[in-house]
């Protein structure tokens, strides 16, 4: 089912052993709503415990290292997320573009080596409110997209179901500010024809998700926009109380 919409969750720095039981119960939402795919995205080191914890939903890392192992202390490897039982990675994620330098080049090079290690790559994009009240959003998300997507070679020859892009707007992140759907629509397009230049046919099919402050009440009119594949959720993706109603809106209960 490759036009499933998927709906991703970002713990970020969030979560001990303990959170696993929100895991499990949002594993069960998942399972009644299978014509959606539903990833979670814990610290590092909740990747393993959850994985074995759950069966309905992907389970993925937030960023990973460009080498496959050495002298890199702190970081982690796409092939250890593989291990630990990943299946995807966020690379990208504006929170480590501005609190860790990570520029357009390095996010590529992460999609690549994660591609080759067999993981699936959520790379993510967005513009500033300074970039946005300046008449920008396009041309930075345009220039963001062409310099940090991976070269097809690096999925094995097939990107489809492997890449998706999440559109977030760095302004709307965490704030409670969502974007309007009208501007995320002109945004997912800009995207679009990015992934179309560099791919070719091949680029229409990958998923583009939307996050950014996304929640239960807003979740439906964003997940209907048009170009709209899926949600990158951080905060209300912490409780399965919030997060079941994001994948409830983007799909039926067939449970
Ligand atoms: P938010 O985070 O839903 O808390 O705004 C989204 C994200 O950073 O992926």
Known sequence: MPNRPFIVGNWK??????MLAEARAIDRAAARHPSVAVGLAPPFTLINGMAEAVQAIAVGGQD????????????VSAAMLDDAGASFVIVGHSERRAGHGETDALVKAKAEAALKAGLSVILCVGETADE????????V??????????????????????????????????TGRVAQVDDVVI?????????FAAYGEPGERLRILYGGSVNAGNAIDLLAAEGVGGALVGGASLTAESFRAIIAAAGPDEG
């Open 187 to 195: 945004m997912h397009r800009t995207v679009r024809e990015r992934l």
């Open 64 to 75: 990973c290292h460009v080498a496959a192992s050495g002298a890199f202390t702190g970081d």
């Open 13 to 18: 720095m969030n979560g001990t052993r303990a």
């Open 132 to 139: 946005r009240d300046g008449g920008k959003a396009e041309a």
């Open 141 to 174: 998300v345009g220039r963001q997209v062409d310099a940090s997507l991976p070269a097809a070679e690096a999925a094995n020859g097939s990107l489809a179901g492997k890449l998706a892009i999440a559109y977030e707007p760095v302004w709307a992140i965490g």
